[in-house]
């Protein structure tokens, strides 16, 4: 089935930038990130498709940019001009269906089977 690993968090400065990625195998039609961060619920970050149509959170846009890799099946977010606001555990997900089907917060309908990855912590220092 459908394995995630997730890598490229770290500790930057506010204004900083990181790179995280998602090593992919299995199906994974509709692939996003999220993050969480203490005593907060969990967030939509970025969406992507296999035709690489893309959706952002209004939080992120302008700064974070989703995208795969597909030789590798891997699953990309180059985080720009960070602030304190995103440190969070990002976790990188995928699911079978349609992107369409994600509804507000981009997150994916409660039917659906969602495949994680373990996280990764990013932590941006004001």
């Known amino acids: 089935q459908v394995q995630l690993q997730e890598s490229g968090g770290g500790s930057v400065q506010s204004g900083g930038s990181l790179k995280l990625s998602c090593a992919a195998s299995?199906?994974?039609?509709?692939m996003a990130w999220f993050r969480q961060a203490p005593e907060k619920e969990r967030e939509g970050v970025a969406v992507i498709d296999s035709d690489g149509n893309t959706r952002y959170a209004d939080s992120v846009k302008g700064r974070f940019t989703i995208s795969i890799e597909s030789a590798k099946n891997t699953l990309l977010l180059q985080m720009n001009s960070l602030v304190p606001e995103d440190t969070a555990m990002y976790y990188c997900?995928?699911?079978?269906?349609?992107?369409?089907?994600?509804?507000?917060?981009?997150?994916?309908?409660?039917?659906?089977?969602?495949?994680w990855g373990q996280g990764t912590q990013v932590t941006v220092s004001s």
């Open positions: 997900a995928a699911t079978r269906i349609s992107c369409s089907f994600y509804g507000p917060g981009l997150l994916p309908p409660s039917w659906a089977t969602v495949y």
């Open positions: 299995g199906d994974t039609r509709c």
